[in-house]
């Protein structure tokens, strides 16, 4: 039973629109302001008043107890960043999991030591890595504002700056915790965009040596930023950028409007740094933009509306503010037909009917009397590979935990030329994804016979379901967008098995690593297969 409670109006996200191409949802959140995606574009962030909320597909809405102004989530949708009201009624700094009560609530993460008791804010994280390490903003003992890194084994520190008595903040962080980007301000108190790679302070300027303003997102693996406020003399306007190693810092022009040229913001960028999605403000309204080096600076709702997405009758789309790692999924918020909420657009067509699942492993014990694989000695390499398919999929708790029929044909289980395959059962046998159940991620073949009478294998693996890496395995039980390799790193218990007599006798292996990626236009996960700056 999870423990995370939902919303009564909001327990479903209501699918307002639709096309052949893709989905456009609307998350029924009133009020709140979509801060993030996951790397497949299946969980969101949201900020709400005084509230932490969190969206997944299939599953809705859910709010997370004790935790306010939810900022972004790391990759795999665990954990969020926000803060907290302490004990003497101070906001500080913390991080929290869908399932936070189940683990004690939000891991409270705190204020500067010294930090002015009673002045309301201390301190308020706004991204987390896939590492754990936290990033934000926090006040010190003299009441001066700066960015901070926390991690659970150093915990908070200062990052350094090139003005550090001027107020700083620390606004993203990439996937692996080396790239944190942010501002730090000038001496007349305008913000300097900010980038910190492994600890060292960037300040970022145009071609001129003129300092851009605030960088506000990083992508997940690091390699591009995007920010606000850079001065375009031509059109006299304040232009969203984009700034990687290769290219340095680029204005991405403004929105052509009724009004002439008008300003534009970065918000949230694909990790191939090809899909950039912001805001513009036009007539003193906010609009919602997408920036591609093809189609350049566009209105959001074109962009959609050019990918097969149709935006529904009574939506004004104000901002992007979340994007997956490809680029293909897109969340922001807007004017409802009924309410200021947020939304989740995606573009991609019709799910893959298939993946394919490859796992790895070694022997470690075997004394089978019989059967192909009798005899192996320990260090024997065994691989298992087949296809699991989406069609007749067994739904044991939406959104947390579906089993996926193996093609049988395609099952082959080898090692040192001996090769086995499975047999129909009753119920299978099923390929069972379950994610975040009740905090850690699993993949599952429970025992199944295989055609070698008396004998069966099962594969089982959980992912850690504490610490940095909970959760972390993939951000839906669907199977289509899993497109990962898991490592051991990974693993908090990994078993794999064939046994015979009930246990009697067994070859037993250590899983080494398991793979599952989509069977449908694989170049579509490979993100830099034709150069960093591919068009998608």
């Known amino acids: 039973m999870l423990a995370t409670r939902f919303l009564p109006a909001l327990t479903l996200a209501l699918a307002s629109g639709s096309s052949a191409g893709g989905t456009f949802t609307d998350l029924a959140t009133p009020g709140a302001q979509l801060t993030g995606l996951s790397h497949n574009g299946r969980v969101a962030s949201l900020y709400g008043v005084d509230t932490g909320w969190r969206w997944a597909k299939d599953v809705g809405v859910t709010t997370i107890d004790g935790l306010e102004e939810a900022g972004s989530l790391n990759s795999w949708g665990q954990a969020l960043a926000g803060g907290i009201t302490d004990g003497d009624g101070n906001q500080v700094a913390a991080l929290a999991n869908s399932n936070s009560d189940l683990v004690g609530g939000p891991l409270v993460i705190g204020a ?114 995007v920010g606000e406020r850079m001065f375009d003399i031509a059109t006299f306007t304040m232009q969203a950028w984009r700034w990687t190693e290769e290219t340095g810092v680029q204005p991405l022009g403004c929105l052509p409007s009724s009004f002439g040229c008008d300003a534009t913001s970065a918000r949230a960028v694909s990790d191939d740094g090809n899909v950039i999605v912001g805001d513009s403000m036009s007539g003193g309204t906010y609009v919602a933009t997408a920036w591609t080096p093809d189609g350049g600076m566009q209105h959001l709702a074109d962009y959609f509306a050019a990918n097969d997405v ?90 947390r935990h579906t089993g996926y029929p193996i093609v049988l044909d395609s099952f082959r289980l080898e090692a040192d030329g001996a090769g086995d395959t499975l047999v129909a059962t009753a119920a299978g046998p099923l390929l069972r994804i379950a994610n975040d159940y009740p905090l850690s991620d699993g993949i599952h073949i429970f025992e199944t016979p295989t055609a070698t009478p008396g004998q069966a294998m099962e594969f089982e693996l959980f992912g850690k379901g504490s610490g940095p890496l909970a959760g972390a395995l993939f951000d839906s039980d669907d199977l289509d967008r899993i497109n990962r390799t898991f490592g051991p790193e990974f693993f908090e218990k990994a078993a794999w098995s064939v046994t015979q007599g009930g246990g009697e006798f067994g070859m037993y292996m250590m899983i080494d690593s398991v793979d599952i990626h989509d069977d449908a236009a694989p170049a579509d996960d490979t993100i830099f297969s034709d150069g960093f700056d591919a068009r998608p």
């Open 112 to 225: 500067w030591p010294g930090g002015i008791a009673g002045s309301g804010f201390l301190s308020r994280a706004y991204g987390v890595s896939d590492t754990g390490v936290a990033v934000g903003l926090a006040r010190d003992d003299a009441g001066r504002y700066f960015a901070f890194r926390w991690s659970d084994t150093e915990g908070m520190t200062k990052l350094p700056v090139n003005r550090p008595q001027r107020s700083s903040r620390a606004n993203g962080i990439s996937a692996d915790g080396h790239v944190i980007v942010g501002w730090n301000d000038q001496d007349n108190g305008s913000r300097t965009g900010v980038i910190w790679k492994d600890g060292k302070a960037i300040d970022l300027v145009d071609a001129d040596g003129v300092p851009v303003g605030e960088a506000t997102a990083v992508s997940r693996n690091g390699r591009v930023v």
């Open 310 to 399: 149709a935006v529904p009758t009574g939506w004004n789309l104000q901002s992007g503010s979340g994007i997956s790692a490809d680029g293909r999924t897109i969340g922001g918020w807007g004017a409802g037909p009924t309410a200021f909420t947020s939304f989740v657009a995606d573009l991609r067509g019709p799910a893959p009917a298939e993946a394919i699942v490859e796992a790895r492993g070694t022997v470690f014990w075997n004394d089978l009397p019989e059967g192909p694989f009798a005899g192996l000695p320990e260090g024997t390499q065994v691989t298992m590979t087949f296809r699991a398919t989406t069609a007749d999929a067994v739904e044991i708790e939406p959104g």
